[in-house]
């Protein structure tokens, strides 16, 4: 077997250890003689799975209390409508941070529901960096403030907190969740598909103040009510339970890891080994605002983007995948979330230079 290091943006690198638990689990999880894609969601067994992935993400990320977590499918992209049908409550506009691709489609989705109010925007500058506060413009009606903390197709985080005062905070966490620790009690909605720092795709995760959930928008599906899925614990209708298992097994390995502060320095020390190769030859750029750099996800250019394609296809010659930068943007994007092994970064920052060295 030889696992190559794959820098997709999503669905994305796992942690070879969660394979491989998850294989040995496969056939006979625990003596119960089948499959966790084989268990009702409703028996012992799998409750038991869901009810420890649940405490273990609580403990990770110092969940309060008054705040649900539930196991959704639908994506984020789901959330860009659950979020305006479930906050508004009897309100009629919505704050919006726009810093790139998620930010625009979250937009677009929420105008379906209500007034949005673009509070700041970096459109003019390509997505490159987050204006600060102090150039937002907030609407003090609005039902919520919604940001993208980070553009995974931009590479652009913020590099502070937004402050709304009494007004709930959402944030899109689908790049970033897990990737250090937070103070969940500064938001209201933290959201987040699967497929890049959590477990497999088809799995969304919604973290929710319980007194934001109750007053969704008349007429709409069932399924997009928070309070549907809070009073049934994930378990309205059959949740995604082998990504929830998973999901689960990825939160053990991050524990026995140490940890969300453990993660953030990993996690610091690999971004920092690409920065620092892109920012110290004169043959590779980062076209992003260096506060604002994402940890996730890293794009950069070519001085020559004639020679993109030799890049691809050596970097692939020797097992350094997916990492043609989105349309959008151009270049090149390495995602690096969580799982990928700090010598996944060694062998793309070395193939760079040996690049750069016979065709810079
Ligand atoms: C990937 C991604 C999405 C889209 O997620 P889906 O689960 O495919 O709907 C939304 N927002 C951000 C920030 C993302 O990275």
């Known amino acids: 077997m030889s696992r190559i290091f794959n820098f997709s943006a999503g669905p994305a690198v796992l942690p070879q250890a969660v394979l491989g638990r998850a294989r040995e689990e496969m056939l006979d999880w625990q003596g119960s003689g089948m499959s966790v894609m084989e268990m009702s969601h409703r028996g012992k067994a799998f409750m038991s799975i869901a009810e420890k992935a649940e405490a273990d993400l609580r403990e990770l990320m110092a969940i309060p209390d008054d705040y649900?977590?539930?196991?959704?499918?639908?994506?984020?992209?789901?959330?860009?409508?659950?979020?305006?049908?479930?906050?508004?409550r009897g309100k009629n506009k919505a704050d919006y941070i726009n810093t790139g691709a998620w930010s625009k489609k979250a937009i677009a989705e929420a105008k379906r529901y209500c007034e949005v109010n673009v509070a700041a925007t970096d459109e003019a500058n390509n997505?490159?960096?987050?204006?600060?506060?102090?150039?937002?413009?907030?609407?003090?009606?609005?039902?919520?403030?919604?940001?993208?903390?980070?553009?995974?197709?931009?590479?652009?985080?913020?590099?502070?907190?937004p402050e709304t005062g009494s007004v709930p905070l959402v944030a899109d966490m689908s790049s970033t969740i897990?990737?250090?620790?937070?103070?969940?009690?500064?938001?209201?909605?933290?959201?987040?598909?699967?497929?890049?720092?959590i477990g497999p795709a088809g799995l969304t995760v919604v973290i929710v103040r319980?007194?934001?959930?109750?007053?969704?928008?008349?007429?709409?599906?069932?399924m997009f009510d928070y309070a549907i899925h809070d009073k049934n614990d994930s378990m309205y209708n059959t949740p995604p339970t082998y990504g929830w298992y998973l999901a689960g097994l990825v939160f053990e390995w991050i524990k026995e890891l140490g940890g969300l502060q453990a993660m953030a320095e990993?996690?610091?020390?690999?971004?920092?080994?690409?920065y620092t190769a892109i920012d110290g030859s004169g043959f590779y750029a980062s076209p992003v605002e260096p506060v604002c750099r994402s940890l996730m996800n890293v794009p950069f250019t070519l001085a020559n983007a004639d020679l993109d394609k030799a890049f691809l296809?050596?970097?692939?010659?020797?097992?350094?995948?997916?990492?043609?930068?989105?349309?959008?943007?151009?270049?090149?994007?390495?995602?690096i979330y969580n799982a990928m092994p700090e010598e996944g970064i060694d062998a793309l920052v070395s193939f760079m230079a040996e690049f750069e060295k016979s065709h810079g």
Not at 266 to 274: E, P, S, T
């Open 68 to 88: 649900s977590v539930l196991f959704l499918q639908g994506g984020a992209s789901s959330q860009f409508a659950m979020v305006p049908i479930n906050l508004l």
């Open 313 to 335: 296809a050596e970097a692939e010659k020797i097992g350094l995948t997916s990492l043609k930068g989105h349309r959008s943007v151009g270049g090149m994007r390495a995602s």
């Open 178 to 197: 897990l990737s250090r620790p937070i103070d969940v009690s500064k938001y209201g909605v933290i959201y987040a598909g699967a497929q890049k720092n």
């Open 266 to 274: 990993i996690n610091q020390r690999k971004a920092g080994k690409l």
């Open 127 to 161: 997505f490159t960096r987050v204006p600060a506060q102090s150039e937002w413009q907030l609407d003090k009606d609005a039902a919520y403030v919604h940001f993208t903390p980070n553009e995974t197709i931009g590479g652009v985080e913020f590099p502070f907190l």
């Open 210 to 222: 319980k007194d934001l959930i109750g007053q969704s928008l008349d007429g709409m599906p069932s």
